[in-house]
């Protein structure tokens, strides 16, 4: 018999609808500030999946969208910041308006890595756009342009963001029960 993964939660931190209504309003900041600009979405494979299909489908403003993958640093809990290209964009950011999409920033090493590697591709801006982040696991710090809720320092699975892969497709973002994990 399937398992519910909902069940696998120990509590929803946001839900579904909360999630679509902090992304609308995102989206009338992004339609207002890009105004007459062409504008460039760029996914951060795999989490930023989610928050890429709903945000691009909820603005009203003329986007093209293109994916990076890059290296999570090792299997270790520790991070080292050092990141690696595992597919590169197909477009040239020369003269482009570029806003980064990702589903949470943690650390923020991988954002801090991406954005100076973007930067130095000759774009006219960089913003960055990310549903989640956890302020007390910083490491870096990061000018979020648009940001969707700050949450605490737990394990957070669903709406993109995976355990060993799963939990991706949960529709509302919680907390992951220890007993899964440890
Ligand atoms: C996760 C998440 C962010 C990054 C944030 O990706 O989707 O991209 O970690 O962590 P940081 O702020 O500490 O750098 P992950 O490397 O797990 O790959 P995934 O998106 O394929 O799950
Ligand atoms: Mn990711
Ligand atoms: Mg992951």
């Given at each position: 018999e399937p398992r519910d993964i909902e069940g696998d939660l120990t509590e929803i931190l946001i839900e579904e609808e909360q999630i679509r209504t902090r992304l609308a309003e995102l989206c009338r900041l992004i339609e207002t500030d890009y105004a007459g600009r062409?504008?460039?979405l760029v996914g951060v494979l795999k989490g930023a999946v989610m928050v890429m299909a709903d945000l691009a489908r909820e603005l009203v403003h003329p986007i093209t969208m293109d994916w990076m993958?890059?290296?999570?640093?090792g299997s270790g809990t520790q991070s080292s910041g050092v990141v690696r290209i595992l597919k590169d964009l197909d477009t040239d950011l020369l003269g482009r308006n570029v806003l980064i999409v990702e589903d949470i920033i943690d650390s923020g090493l991988t954002l801090s890595w991406l954005l100076s590697n973007l930067k130095s591709r000759g774009p006219e801006s960089v913003e960055i756009c990310a549903l989640l982040r956890k302020p007390d696991a910083a490491r870096v710090d990061i000018?979020?342009?648009y940001l969707g809720f700050d949450i605490p320092n737990q394990f957070v699975v669903g709406y993109g963001l995976d355990f060993d892969e799963r939990y991706r497709n949960l529709r509302s973002v919680g907390v992951l029960a220890p007993h899964i994990y440890s």
């Open positions: 062409d504008l460039l993958a890059v290296s999570s640093y000018d979020v342009k």
